[in-house]
């Protein structure tokens, strides 16, 4: 990625990640593994947009970027685990080191799409919990007036899957205006905030991944086997 695909930012500042400033000697310095979700199906989704931006600028930040297309994944218990879509997303969550989730906010809360994607990533798989300890940053887009009640819910989201979700948020009120017909998003506040959010992502993602095993690591799962913990965490409500 390069700053002429990045019109709307000022070469002169924005800095590169400082990675000796994050990193010590013996910790892991590959590109962070970054999974991006969006919240819409629709032809011109604002979220999926927002999602593309904040690719392109994790990408320049040094990110190995990949994107989960949502469309064909099927609601949550309508059919097994083994369906190829569930499988890429499961398979993409743990590739990851850290994640983007955008959402639309629909009737005031989060689109049923992005609940759903959420829902299909285990607490744990084999004892295993393929979000502990990643980072994650969370966005929101509005058809109307500022809102910041998607992503008040994606923070609560993000706590139950015990990720590391960073203070800066994004929430882009009447998106339709924030848009030109390519799908690029227009310079503002607004731009200037998701550049902040991604920025601040790649530095919290360098600083805890190779600390990931020991700030997650908890006495009450250590007097605990790993198939005790999948049963727990496991359990079936009806």
Same mark, same amino acid.
């Given at each position: &990625?390069?700053?002429?695909?990045?019109?709307?930012?000022?070469?002169?500042?924005?800095?590169?990640?400082?990675?000796?400033?994050? /990193?010590?000697?013996?910790?892991?310095?590959?590109?962070?593994?970054?999974?991006?979700?969006?919240?819409?199906?629709?032809?011109?989704?604002?979220?999926?947009? /927002?999602?593309?931006?904040?690719?392109?600028?994790?990408?320049?930040?040094?990110?190995?970027?990949?994107?989960?297309?949502?469309?064909?994944?099927?609601?949550?218990?309508?059919?097994?685990?083994?369906?190829?879509?569930?499988?890429?997303?499961?398979?993409?969550?743990?590739?990851?080191? #850290? &994640?983007?989730?955008?959402?639309?906010? $629909?009737? #005031?809360?989060?689109?049923?799409?992005?609940? *759903?994607?959420?829902?299909?990533?285990?607490?744990?798989?084999?004892?295993?919990?393929?979000?502990?300890?990643?980072?994650?940053?969370? &966005?929101?887009?509005?058809?109307?007036?500022?809102?910041?009640?998607?992503?008040?819910?994606?923070?609560?989201?993000?706590?139950?899957?015990?990720? +590391?979700?960073?203070?800066?948020?994004?929430?882009?009120?009447?998106?339709?205006?924030?848009?030109?017909?390519? #799908?690029? &998003?227009?310079?503002?506040?607004?731009? +200037?905030?998701?550049?902040? /959010?991604?920025?601040?992502?790649?530095?919290? *993602?360098?600083?805890?991944? #190779?600390?990931?095993?020991?700030?997650?690591?908890?006495?009450?799962? $250590?007097?605990?086997?790993?198939?005790?913990?999948?049963? $727990?965490?496991?359990?079936?409500?009806?």
């Amino acid at each position: &990625m390069t700053l002429d695909q990045l019109p709307n930012i000022d070469p002169e500042r924005l800095h590169p990640i400082d990675v000796n400033a994050l /990193v010590g000697p013996d910790q892991p310095r590959h590109p962070p593994r970054i999974l991006v979700l969006y919240g819409s199906l629709r032809e011109r989704s604002y979220s999926r947009l /927002v999602s593309e931006e904040a690719g392109r600028l994790l990408r320049w930040y040094g990110c190995e970027v990949r994107t989960f297309n949502p469309s064909g994944l099927p609601l949550p218990d309508d059919t097994e685990a083994s369906h190829p879509k569930v499988q890429e997303l499961r398979e993409l969550a743990e590739w990851s080191e #850290g &994640m983007v989730w955008v959402s639309p906010e $629909r009737h #005031g809360a989060m689109t049923g799409l992005m609940k *759903t994607q959420i829902d299909w990533i285990p607490l744990a798989l084999g004892g295993v919990r393929p979000t502990q300890g990643k980072t994650l940053a969370i &966005m929101q887009v509005s058809g109307g007036s500022q809102s910041f009640n998607a992503v008040n819910q994606l923070r609560i989201l993000g706590r139950w899957m015990r990720m +590391l979700t960073i203070p800066n948020q994004s929430s882009v009120p009447k998106a339709f205006n924030e848009f030109d017909e390519a #799908g690029r &998003m227009r310079l503002s506040p607004l731009y +200037l905030r998701i550049v902040d /959010v991604c920025e601040e992502l790649v530095k919290f *993602t360098l600083l805890t991944r #190779g600390r990931s095993a020991y700030l997650t690591d908890r006495y009450s799962e $250590r007097v605990e086997s790993a198939e005790a913990v999948s049963r $727990r965490v496991n359990q079936k409500t009806h």
